[in-house]
């Protein structure tokens, strides 16, 4: 399996930081990477498909980059509803898709 | 809107099956673009992609190795729902499961999430 690897695993910022989190992936995985938000006891949600697809009712903070094994999530300004995990995770080997062990977002 | 609606016991015996159900409105479970997988969630396994089933020109499943010989994805185009039976269960089988569609653009929608605990 394609093993997707997060960094870091733990993060502190503030309102209006702009923060990037990082996901390595194991092998090429071109740009079949989606990124992920999850709130305490919530279903993940959908931000970034495709690297750099922002999924509709997404705001425009959000913003994703990368290709081949390196990849990142950005986000420009953060607001208190963003503190969260997230996570990456990989579409090159579907239907045996992965994903990150997660990056908690807390407030400094 | 599309939304899924997850339904089934929280507490499973050892050695027994579990079983979850997943109701989809807004869509169809025989849609020919999307695939109707299910997902799950520890501590310790984080979050792991067990199966998922789908129609094309005919009905296709597909599952994680680590539980292929214990899993069962069912639609059922009455109802317009999909199934999961997960046999034999152990206490690692414990977690939060969830179902999701996928319709080539990551998984754009979930299920609330069902806690299985596995114990006697």
């Known amino acids: 399996d394609i093993q997707m690897t997060q960094s870091p695993s733990s993060l502190s910022a503030s309102v209006g930081d702009r923060v990037t989190i990082t996901c390595r992936a194991s092998q090429s995985i071109s740009s079949y990477l989606n990124w992920y938000q999850q709130e305490p006891g919530k279903a993940p949600k959908l931000l970034i498909y495709a690297a750099s697809g922002l999924q509709s009712g997404v705001p425009s903070r959000f913003s994703g980059s990368g290709s081949g094994t390196d990849f990142t999530l950005t986000i420009s300004s953060l607001q208190p509803e963003d503190f969260a995990t997230y996570y990456c995770q990989q579409s090159y080997s579907t239907p045996t898709i992965t994903f990150g062990q997660g990056t908690r977002l807390e407030i400094k | 809107q599309v939304q899924l609606q997850q339904s089934g016991p929280g507490l499973v015996k050892p050695s027994q099956t579990l079983s979850l159900t997943c109701a989809i409105s807004g869509d169809g479970v025989s849609s020919n673009s999307a695939a109707w997988n299910w997902i799950r969630q520890s501590p310790s396994r984080g979050l792991e992609w067990l199966g998922r089933?789908?129609?094309?020109?005919?009905?296709?499943?597909d599952y994680a190795l680590s539980v292929k010989s214990r899993i069962t994805i069912n639609p059922d185009t009455s109802k317009n729902q999909f199934s999961l039976q997960l046999n034999s269960v152990t206490p690692e089988d414990t977690a939060v499961y969830y179902c999701a569609r996928d319709i080539g653009r990551g998984l754009d929608v979930w299920g609330q999430g069902t806690t299985v605990t596995v114990s006697s």
């Open positions: 089933t789908y129609q094309r020109s005919k009905w296709y499943n």
